[in-house]
């Protein structure tokens, strides 16, 4: 079956360390896309990309940084100056053809120790 | 840049009872999306609408596009305990950014 896959589903940081959040798709799809989900609020852009090799920021890009070597992929690293990492963070995709609707993973969720 | 409000941000009714959530954009939107997420899910597309003046019906769920392009509604009938969730709108900024109203959370009482 074709979807979006996002790995790990739950994930922790220690103070001062960067992690990585996966998003991988077999939808075909040439643009994906991360958001930052928290509590009582709508989801907010961190970053997209509309092909390989190329990316944009979002509303929220300051703390993160992505890549897009691969059309199936789209990584999303949290550094360490991301000072508010806890939240759930969701991968989207769709075709990147005009204002297609969007497909979503089943998120990662982040927190702090 | 382009801001999407939703009232109301929480809403709980007797299962039966409609359900109304609204939309409001400061900006003039080219489409209108519209998404529910489950509790401990993701997003999922419910539909589209482009046409000012637009109305649309998915069975109890019936969308509406303002005539001038910067508001939508989304209304349930007889709500029934498979509606809970939040329900979304999104509209384009650009081509390709979807900016998201902050959500209603529906919850209901069998």
């Known amino acids: 079956d074709g979807g979006i896959t996002q790995s790990p589903k739950y994930l922790f940081r220690k103070e001062g360390q960067n992690v990585t959040l996966s998003c991988e798709q077999n939808l075909n799809h040439d643009a994906m896309y991360w958001y930052r989900q928290d509590p009582g609020q709508g989801l907010r852009l961190i970053y997209y990309?509309?092909?390989?090799?190329?990316?944009q920021k979002g509303d929220i890009a300051e703390g993160y940084s992505v890549s897009r070597e691969k059309k199936e992929s789209f990584p999303l690293t949290v550094t360490s100056a991301q000072k508010n990492p806890t939240a759930f963070y969701l991968c989207a995709s769709n075709i990147g053809l005009g204002n297609q609707p969007q497909h979503f993973g089943d998120g990662t969720r982040l927190s702090i120790l | 840049g382009q801001q999407v409000m939703q009232i109301p941000q929480y809403q709980h009714v007797q299962e039966g009872e409609d359900f109304t959530t609204y939309c409001n954009s400061s900006?003039?939107?080219?489409?209108i999306q519209w998404y529910k997420q489950r509790p401990g899910g993701h997003p999922v597309f419910l539909i589209q609408l482009v046409k000012s003046g637009e109305v649309k019906k998915q069975k109890r769920l019936t969308f509406q596009f303002g005539e001038a392009k910067k508001n939508s509604s989304l209304h349930i009938t007889a709500t029934q305990t498979t509606d809970v969730g939040t329900y979304f709108c999104?509209?384009?900024?650009?081509?390709?950014?979807?900016?998201f109203g902050q959500g209603t959370r529906l919850t209901i009482n069998p």
């Open positions: 999104a509209g384009h900024e650009g081509a390709q950014k979807l900016v």
């Open positions: 900006t003039t939107l080219s489409n």
């Open positions: 990309s509309q092909i390989v090799n190329d990316f």
